[in-house]
């Protein structure tokens, strides 16, 4: 992606398309600034009520100006109701327009809002025209040879920002979606390429060529010896053994701040011997979602150099069948000594997860922990794609998650973490059993992890729900969206310093 700045419209080059937006008033669209040499043309549609101006209508009129063949006109609706949010929806819809008409270049003209920031209003667009600005192709080599992905490779804002900072903004937003577009390839990946030795591959190749990053891989041996119990267990059906990937990014060496990232790497999960039926494992390559949050958001913060100390701690394994796999009903001591009985072996993410959070808060002195995971089912009943699941035993982070949720519409919704259902855990045998019945199963799965992670303060955010879609959904995509990123880094712009 190329970026240019200019701050008048006559600067501009040549282009494939230009955007312009528009207002609605009084069911009618009006422009959001002054344009003279276009003003003939789209006064017809809106005078024929075929363009009116409301939130993400795009209507694409042939022209024939010297710069562009095509103008865009752009609704955005009611300026009184106007939200970044809907500026990203807007501006996603007209680019997902462009990229299926192959369209390359776009100039576009920033409309100046009241109440809002230009700077605001910038991120916002940039953001819904980088993230729909993505395709997953690797799968159909031959489908892509006959007709090959094109995407927007230049943009061109025209505003009265000085261009240095216009530029600057939007690389910032370019490198964050660099992050997204790579984690949707991680999970878009084929689970049979996409297995724990290749995200341990991609840590060290990130080690390699981020600054001050470095990465630790724990192979099968060394979890032996780390007594990683329950990574072991979940790991033993499987052809690739597990690992623990540690991925480290000192960017602020006076701090004694320091976070913790966890992402849940089960990187197929058939459900083990307690095996799911067919309509429920087809998509499981995308249990491994919440490791590419982790990994990719420590991507985007070491490229940002953020001033932020940043340890992404992932636990990778299949959760497979084979005469080797672990069993329901039998007992496995977890790294932290407790012993877990199995009540369903397709409760794996908790397990890896609880070693996985036990070991960062034993070696990693961790200020603030923060998992991912693709943990339960039972959040996208209670949720839907719209938010993800909060639970945190700190009200503060909680707040802080939720505040960065609602700013970069990756919300997410605080859950309980009553402790009577603790008892629904309680096991004859062992410990603590991995399930307590259908009721509160979020939150259940949550309670479990919070038994491994002592006092210090923790978020778990279950990605179940958001990480996967089914269908597009706005400026996300169908299957793999990279969630969590974009929320990450705005909570470490604002984390203690
Ligand atoms: N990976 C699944 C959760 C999941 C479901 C992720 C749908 C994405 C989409 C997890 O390991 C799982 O199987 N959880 C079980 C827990 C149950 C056995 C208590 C579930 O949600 O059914
Ligand atoms: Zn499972
Ligand atoms: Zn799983």
Redesign the pocket.
């Known amino acids: 992606m190329n970026f240019t700045a200019l701050s008048q419209l006559k600067q501009r080059k040549p282009a494939d398309l230009l955007i312009l937006p528009f207002f609605q008033k009084d069911k009618q669209a009006v422009p959001s600034a002054h344009f003279p040499e276009f003003e003939s043309l789209y006064s017809l549609p809106i005078g024929a009520k075929d363009f009116t101006g409301k939130e993400g209508e795009v209507l694409i009129l042939y022209v024939n100006h010297k710069q562009e063949k095509r103008i865009a006109l752009l609704g955005l609706g009611d300026p009184k109701k106007l939200t970044i949010e809907i500026l990203r929806r807007a501006y996603a819809a007209v680019t997902t327009k462009s990229i299926a008409t192959k369209l390359k270049s776009i100039n576009l003209v920033l409309p100046t809002l009241k109440g809002f920031e230009s700077k605001e209003i910038l991120s916002g667009i940039t953001e819904g025209m980088l993230l729909v600005n993505y395709q997953f192709s690797q799968l159909k080599p031959e489908t892509i040879k006959s007709s090959p992905v094109s995407l927007i490779q230049e943009i061109c804002f025209i505003s009265s920002i000085k261009p240095a900072e216009v530029l600057a903004i939007a690389k910032k937003h370019l490198v964050i979606c660099t992050a997204i577009y790579l984690a949707r390839d991680l999970v878009n990946g084929n689970a049979d390429d996409v297995t724990p030795q290749y995200l341990a591959q991609f840590a060290k190749h990130l080690a390699k060529t981020l600054p001050h990053t470095q990465a630790k891989i724990l192979t099968k041996k060394e979890l032996q010896k780390e007594k990683m119990g329950l990574l072991l267990a979940v790991g033993r059906g499987s052809a690739c053994d597990p690992v623990l990937i540690t991925l480290s990014y000192l960017g602020n060496p006076k701090s004694k701040e320091h976070l913790v990232l966890i992402g849940k790497g089960?990187t197929y999960?058939t459900?083990g011997l307690n095996m799911k039926p067919t309509g429920g494992m087809e998509?499981?390559k995308?249990?491994m979602g919440g490791a590419a949050t982790a990994l990719c958001t420590l991507h985007a913060a070491a490229t940002l150099k953020l001033p932020v100390n940043l340890t992404v701690v992932v636990p990778s394994t299949e959760n497979a069948v084979s005469a080797n796999s672990f069993k329901p009903g039998d007992v496995y001591i977890s790294h932290s000594g407790k012993s877990v009985e199995i009540g369903?072996t397709?409760?794996?993410?908790r397990l890896i997860l609880a070693d996985a959070l036990s070991y960062a808060v034993k070696k990693l002195k961790p200020t603030c922990l923060i998992d991912f995971a693709?943990?339960?089912?039972?959040i996208?009943i209670a949720l839907g794609p719209e938010a993800s699941g909060l639970f945190s035993n700190d009200d503060r982070l909680a707040a802080q998650l939720f505040e960065a949720g609602q700013e970069t519409f990756e919300r997410v919704w605080r859950m309980p973490l009553y402790p009577e259902y603790r008892e629904n855990l309680k096991s004859e045998i062992a410990d603590i059993k991995n399930?307590g019945g259908r009721s509160a199963?979020s939150i259940l799965a949550a309670l479990f992890l919070s038994e491994f992670v002592g006092d210090i303060p923790w978020a778990h955010l279950d990605i179940?729900s958001t990480a996967?879609l089914s269908a597009n959904r706005r400026y996300h995509p169908k299957f793999a969206t990279g969630i969590g990123i974009r929320l990450m880094i705005y909570f470490l712009e604002r984390f203690k310093r």
């Open positions: 089960v999960d459900g998509t499981m995308c249990d369903n397709d409760a794996e993410g693709t943990l339960t089912g039972a996208d399930v199963g179940a996967f």
